[in-house]
């Protein structure tokens, strides 16, 4: 979140933040509740000051038990006022979103930029859809999944079991060498901890399924394990840049999410995700953001699937967001005649998540809050359906990229008697 003292000082730049992300908040509203808390909490003090000078005063008993008993009335009153103001204030607050970094470029999503690409896209007679190929080799049952689990669960089958713990070999490698340290995270969180990600567990937006009886969620991220693992504590600036690789399930309800843009493994319940997750220094974060978004292209290169890069626009970006990079890879499929899909994001969310968990560095010049940033490794699903489309080839079979083979143990999957 930000600072109340830093919405004060720069309200035209947050309310331009809000405006142009399309969020509605009360930033008047949420500053009159800040100097309401304010107010009360001086009047708190002074009443308590109050009271423990009566004790050391020598009025008489009676004067002592009537002043007494009004500054007792006082406090007594104060006290819910200055709750019921805190729960508004804080709640409001969390609701402001993160500020924009100068070269987000604004508006919707026709508003977002391609950087670059890489590969050519390809679309031929014969290709067919990952639903269609996966049926025909056997790789996947969404009708069996639907039938123990729901809608939008399945069960991998076969070659596809390899190839997904194929996917994410390769992308622990890859940011292992890079000097991630690597962890399998919890697969739920409690629902402060999402909530300080920028995440929101409960409400009408809430993507995240709730664990009855419970404060705790299934995580929709491995962010926001990995981002979870120093709230509240104080790190040592020598400890930075913290470089953390998340290995876990993640579970989100889409709700509302349906049709051929979103069908079989695009969106769905549950997939696995390696998740890459950066504590560091203010100055050092724009650098360290590109280093992840190297990494993820690097990924999709050695899977030689095609993509292009974005950066995204300001309706694009969560509350949290800073700013932040889509990798969208080509998927034949896709609309008619192929369209590209999001396979990965990379995000910079500044001091907005540090502040909401209370991460903080301690250097020379004192205590401070670092930059957090995260970056998708490998979501499987989307990577395998990518990769099935694209690698298909004319006889039914799929090719195999030769950076996967040595951790699936095969170089093709071709159509099972």
């Known amino acids: 979140m930000l600072d109340i003292k830093f919405i004060r000082d720069n309200r035209a730049l947050v309310e331009q933040s ?45 004067h002592r038990q009537k002043l007494g008993r009004q500054i007792k009335q006082k406090i007594a009153t104060c006290e819910p006022e200055l709750r019921d103001i805190e729960r508004r204030y804080w709640q409001m607050l969390q609701q402001v979103p993160n500020i924009l970094h100068p070269e987000v470029p604004r508006g919707t999503t026709d508003n977002n930029q391609q950087l670059r690409s890489w590969g050519e896209p390809r679309f031929a007679d014969y290709m067919q859809d990952h639903v269609t190929l996966g049926n025909r080799l056997a790789l996947f049952d969404f009708e069996r999944g639907a039938k123990v689990s729901g809608a939008k669960f399945y069960y991998l089958k076969n070659d596809a079991v390899l190839l ?29 901890v999402a909530q300080g990600l920028g995440y929101a567990p409960r409400g009408a937006e809430s993507n995240s399924y709730l664990i009855e009886e419970s404060q705790l969620c299934l995580v929709a991220t491995s962010e926001i394990t990995l981002g979870g693992l120093y709230a509240g504590e104080i790190l040592e600036s020598q400890q930075l840049p913290m470089r953390l690789g998340g290995l876990s399930h993640c579970f989100r309800r889409e709700a509302g999410a349906a049709g051929q843009m979103g069908k079989g493994l695009y969106r769905v319940h549950q997939f696995t995700k390696v998740e890459m997750f950066v504590i560091c220094r203010p100055e050092n974060a724009e650098e360290l953001h590109e280093e992840i978004v190297t990494i993820e292209e690097q990924i999709f290169q050695a899977l030689q699937i095609p993509y292009r890069l974005l950066n995204m626009c300001s309706a694009d970006l969560g509350a949290q967001h800073y700013r932040k990079f889509d990798i969208e890879a080509w998927m034949p499929s896709r609309a008619s005649g ?64 030769k950076a996967l083979q040595s951790y699936c143990g095969f170089s093709s999957i071709k159509p099972r008697s």
């Open 18 to 62: 809000i405006q142009e992300r399309g969020i509605k908040v009360s930033l008047e509203r949420l500053l009159e509740l800040a100097d309401s808390r304010t107010t009360l909490i001086q009047e708190l003090e002074q009443l308590r000051q109050q009271r423990k000078q009566l004790a050391k005063a020598q009025p008489s008993e009676d």
């Open 164 to 192: 997904e713990t194929a996917l994410i070999r390769l992308a622990l490698d890859y940011i292992a060498a890079r000097g991630y340290q690597l962890h399998i995270t919890p697969d739920v969180a409690l629902q402060q």
């Open 338 to 401: 192929g369209d590209w899909g999001e396979v990965t994001s990379a995000s910079n969310c500044s001091d907005y998540q540090a502040r909401r968990l209370k991460i903080r560095y301690r250097d020379r010049q004192g205590i401070s809050y670092p930059y957090m940033l995260n970056g998708t490794a490998i979501a499987t699903s989307r990577a395998m359906l990518a990769l099935l489309e694209n690698h298909q080839q004319p006889d039914g079979s799929i090719t195999i990229p």
